[in-house]
């Protein structure tokens, strides 16, 4: 398990920085109406699923350690994450969409498992498209970055204020703006600049 580094997910040491650390932040989050999610994959290294038996393992894994399931060895402690965001951006693509169905069918256990993606922008997704047609998904996030043709995707402040957003907000489809970062939303403001135009 990599965390980017946010915490130690092997370490139940007070002084090395578990991540178990992080479950009151979680719940503070939750307790404020945030959603707290698990991202899957990323732009480096590799991963793949090997079959849908092994799909279904992995959700097992997912629901017992990070959603409502129980283990010993849950690596944010306590805390209950409120989904799984798929940022699967290499391999076959193949088997994503048995995963998103096995997370999918934990909601019927009581609390709702959000499932979200990130594609890339060219349509369909190579990686994630399969798992997209299975309409299990709560929300996408377009990644409009490091792909062709979007470039590097970021936008300035005014120009999306200014340009994109009056476009697009009355589509029916529109639902807001998603930061990639919130350490460089911190940096940045950019979040507080664009606040009362979303």
Not at 35 to 43: A, F, H, R, T, W
Not at 72 to 101: K, Q, T
Not at 172 to 191: C, I, P, T
């Amino acid at each position: 398990i990599n965390l980017a580094g946010h915490c130690d997910p092997y370490s139940h040491d007070p002084y090395s920085h578990p991540c178990t650390a992080l479950g009151a932040d979680i719940k503070s989050c939750q307790a404020k109406g945030i959603k707290v999610m698990l991202s899957i994959g990323g732009g480096a290294g590799s991963y793949s699923l090997a079959s849908s038996d092994d799909a279904q393992q992995v959700a097992t894994y997912l629901w017992n350690n990070f959603l409502g399931g129980s283990s010993s060895s849950r690596p944010l402690g306590n805390a209950i994450l409120d989904g799984i965001d798929f940022d699967i951006e290499g391999g076959s693509g193949l088997y994503w969409d048995d995963l998103a169905r096995y997370l999918s069918s934990y909601s019927k256990r009581g609390k709702k498992v959000y499932l979200t993606a990130a594609p890339q922008c060219p349509f369909p997704d190579a990686s994630v498209g399969r798992a997209l047609k299975t309409g299990v998904f709560d929300y996408v996030w377009v990644q409009f970055y490091n792909n062709p043709p979007s470039g590097s995707g970021f936008i300035p402040a005014t120009d999306l204020t200014s340009k994109v957003l009056p476009a697009i907000k009355g589509s029916a489809k529109y639902g807001g703006v998603m930061l990639w970062s919130k350490y460089y939303d911190d940096q940045s403001g950019y979040s507080n600049s664009i606040k009362s135009d979303v």
